[in-house]
């Protein structure tokens, strides 16, 4: 009798054990990263990462030869100075918990309480730190393309940190934060149209306003040096944008393919789209003519890349192409010096990207085509916030550091080249 008690007691005490311990199992379960997505997205950051030596390249080969080291070293700065600043208080201001409308709040400063176990979505959390990361290094990266060739790198070292913390960052929260007050809205930027491609581009024209010409611009020819460079760059940009869209999907799915497939299709049709402009206007396609429209379709498509069809890319592309050419052609008859066309290029088509997903989203909801007002207009307001707030921003910035310690380097510095006069070296010892 004593013995099938104790076995009685023990079955029940068993039957409690697994009865309290299944919830605990199935919750261990659903807090496991998918190892798809979470490789998907550790291979989407390195793809976003090799962006910038592409960048280098591309931004490299437009410049003097003077001034090559000088410009890739712009790029290559970036990854170190904002790389730091990510962790320790970048990923907070822009992701962080218990934050507002237009800021994240402090708790993840260092990335506390972000370790392996933590995760965001279906992926680790630090993977998402990281990936998001690249993008905030190479949005401020963009901007030295517009002031190449004329200004000193302690001060430009000082505006990228500060552009970073007190610009970009917010607009980060604005658009993917939880709370931020454009999402909240309803505007839609799956990859960075407004964050990262408006937001260098006004930027740049901004920072060119205080900074000022090129000696010599534009009377005096100032031709790219090396072209192949040019090329091999427009061509990495172009690999690891299927990394920087379709890895902003944060998941190996159907949306990051839409995104991916879009990005190949919108980059392809801008390169038509400028290389037949510029045959017809200059009578002759150039190599340069190529990349740039590579650039400018892979731009236009960023924000619109998981929601619209292929079909519409192919539109969002081929104009794209056409208006950041104009852009190009107007700079020299309106007289501001946008070295390398930062704003020519992202701040135009990045804009029309921005409103383009007003007009031909399809994929998470409507656009202007089928009758859905409301989401272009959501989209113009996004477009003439943002273009404001990082205007005014970067005005202030400029003029703060030019004043306090000058931006720019003296005359005679320009005329021997960045390279020799500022790095101590030259990009070509032959």
Known sequence: MRKTTVKHLSAVLAGFVLFFCMPLSVSAAE?????????????????VLLMLPGLALF??????????????????AAIGVVGVQWVVVGYTLAFGPEGG?????FGKMFLKGVGPESLSGTIPELVFV?????????????????IAERVKFGPYLIFILLWTTLIYDPLAHWVWGEGGWLLEMGALDFAGGTVVHISSGV??????????????????PMLPHNMTFTLLGAGLLWFGWFGFNAGSALA??????LAFANTQVAAASACCTWMLGEWLYQKRPSALGVASGIVAGLV??????????PAASIVIGGVAGILCYAAVIMKGKLGYDDSLDAFGIHGVGGTWGALATGIFVTVGGTGLLAGNTKQFFVQLISVVAVAAYVFVGTLILVKIIDA??????????ETVGLDETIHGETGYNL
């Open 404 to 413: 306090l310690i000058g931006f720019r380097v003296s005359p005679d510095d």
């Open 252 to 257: 190996a799915n159907g949306s990051a393919a």
């Open 130 to 146: 990281m990936f998001q990361g690249m993008f905030a290094i190479i949005t401020p990266a963009l901007i030295a393309g517009a």
């Open 31 to 47: 807090q496991t990263a998918d190892p798809g997505d979470t490789a998907w997205i550790l291979i989407s950051s390195a793809l």
């Open 59 to 76: 931004y490299g080969g437009m410049v003097r030869k003077k001034n090559v080291l000088s410009s890739m070293m712009h790029i290559f």
């Open 101 to 105: 409308s237009f800021i994240g709040g």
């Open 300 to 309: 236009a498509i960023t924000p619109a890349a998981g929601f619209v069809s």
């Open 203 to 220: 930027s740049a024209l901004a920072a060119i306003w205080i900074i000022g010409k090129r000696k010599g611009w534009p009377k005096t």
